[in-house]
């Protein structure tokens, strides 16, 4: 596991849109799968490069796994599709909630996609909110948020009363684009519930 440079950003961003098409083709409609997609770009993993950390799990110069943390929101978990279930996405979390706990943080949170469901509870994650993003012609994008507490046992996690309720990163993007520049392509209205 190292820190992400600038000479990997076309091999992580090959490696997120292999992980989308593969992990997300099967269980998200077409327009979401694209979302993810748009969403993860070249400029978005140097944001967080720059806001945040972005960590890449390494093997014989290949990137197999990646995810990042800014402040206390982790994003961008991904393995690759011929890497999974063999502990790089444990990996993975172990070190950005370790940073996480570094950094002075009590809590972390992040937005939970269909298939990583399992994934996130067997570490301790407590789901918060479901949500789900219109991405037109009648398709939806669902996800959870969840949080877990990094200040108390692994098998000791649950929602905190008071915790934050709204939706997540998915969301902010989605009415970035409304609001700037696709001008309402992926449909005005979206869901969310708690
Ligand atoms: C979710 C993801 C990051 C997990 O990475 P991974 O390397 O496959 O996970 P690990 O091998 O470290 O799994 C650790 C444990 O999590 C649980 N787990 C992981 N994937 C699971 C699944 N599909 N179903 C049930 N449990 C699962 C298991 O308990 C597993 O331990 P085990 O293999 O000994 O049973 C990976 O599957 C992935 O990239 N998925 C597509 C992208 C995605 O959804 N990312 C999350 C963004 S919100």
Request: glycine residues 10%; proline residues 3%; negative net charge.
């Amino acid at each position: 596991m190292r820190a992400f440079r600038s000479s990997d950003l076309e091999a992580l961003r090959q490696l997120i849109h292999a992980t989308i098409d593969v992990s997300y083709g099967d269980v998200y409609p077409p327009r979401a799968v694209q979302f993810f997609k748009d969403y993860h770009t070249d400029e978005r993993i140097l944001e967080r490069h720059a806001a945040g950390s972005v960590i890449v799990a390494e093997h014989e110069r290949e990137l197999l796994g990646t995810g990042a943390i800014v402040g206390d929101h982790i994003m961008a978990v991904f393995v690759h599709p011929d890497h999974q279930r063999r502990g790089i996405g444990a990996a993975v979390m172990d070190d950005l909630e370790r940073a996480a706990r570094a950094a002075g943080r009590r809590s972390v949170c992040l937005d939970v996609s269909l298939p990583s469901r399992f994934f996130y509870e067997s570490r301790g994650y407590a789901n918060l909110r479901s949500c789900s993003i219109d991405v037109g012609e009648g398709e939806h994008l669902d996800y959870w948020t969840a949080e877990k507490h990094l200040d108390v046992g692994e098998f000791q996690q649950g929602a905190r009363a008071g915790a934050p309720t709204r939706c997540g990163i998915l969301h902010r993007h989605r009415a970035q684009l409304n609001a700037q520049t696709l001008g309402g392509q992926w449909g005005e209205s979206h869901r969310s519930e708690k």
